[in-house]
């Protein structure tokens, strides 16, 4: 068990619809990083968040948006869903200080977008 | 950006056999390599890391080199068993400050299957 907890693991929505994902970090870390696995693009790096405020943004759609609340958990928020989509969002925590590195990964939110 | 390329894609190997997976990278300024290892319906899980000032590091049956020359590192696996079966990633950041820190960039993954 990592310390990093995902909710919800499953999800299966309509296109064009709307889906959050939730992530708490582990105990102590401040940065939350959101990544995508899909088969043909692999993990993908979508945005970074270090202790409430956004830190580095990846190649994230315009459709999707994350925060980090006060208490460090984060949402990532999927809209007007499409069929692409489709795919497995996870959720990694770390200290976030420079020098210390350690990332460790939720299990993931599996989406399917029908 | 960075971007890491992971050889080989695929690899089968018999139990106790050893097991060598490499990655290059393309920023010189990433200094921080990790493995993370993913079963299936888990998330990754890290197994081992590297810092750019250290050529190799060892943990018990897995070990990782790092050429910072030429840019590669590699992970290798000895006297495999059937449980290390699963898909194997590697990674590269920077993480010597700067706005984006700990942004991992991975490569496409080795499906590593080991038989008894």
């Known amino acids: 068990d990592s310390g990093v907890t995902q909710t919800p693991k499953h999800l299966i929505t309509a296109t064009g619809q709307r889906v959050t994902l939730r992530c708490s970090p582990r105990?102590?870390?401040?940065?939350v990083y959101w990544y995508q696995q899909s088969l043909d693009q692999g993990l993908q790096f979508l945005i970074q968040?270090?202790?409430?405020?956004?830190?580095a943004k990846g190649n994230i759609l315009e459709r999707f948006s994350a925060q980090q609340f006060p208490d460090l958990h984060s949402e990532l928020n999927l809209s007007s869903l499409e069929l692409g989509d489709s795919a497995l969002y996870f959720c990694a925590s770390s200290v976030g200080v420079q020098g210390s590195t350690e990332a460790f990964f939720g299990q993931g939110t599996r989406l399917t977008v029908v | 950006g960075e971007n890491v390329e992971q050889h080989p894609s695929t690899l089968s190997v018999q139990e106790g056999d050893s097991a060598v997976i490499k990655c290059t990278y393309s920023?010189?300024?990433?200094?921080?390599f990790p493995w993370y290892k993913q079963e299936l319906g888990k998330g990754p899980q890290l197994i081992i890391d590297i810092r750019s000032n250290v050529g190799e590091k060892k943990d018990q049956r897995i070990a990782v080199t790092l050429n910072k020359t030429a840019k590669h590192f590699s992970l290798h696996i000895t006297e495999t068993q059937p449980e290390d079966s699963a898909v194997y990633f590697c990674a590269a950041s920077n993480n010597a400050g700067g706005t984006s820190y700990g942004k991992l960039t991975f490569g496409q993954g080795t499906i590593l299957t080991v038989h008894p």
């Open positions: 968040y270090y202790n409430g405020e956004e830190r």
């Open positions: 920023d010189s300024a990433s200094n921080y």
């Open positions: 105990s102590g870390d401040l940065s």
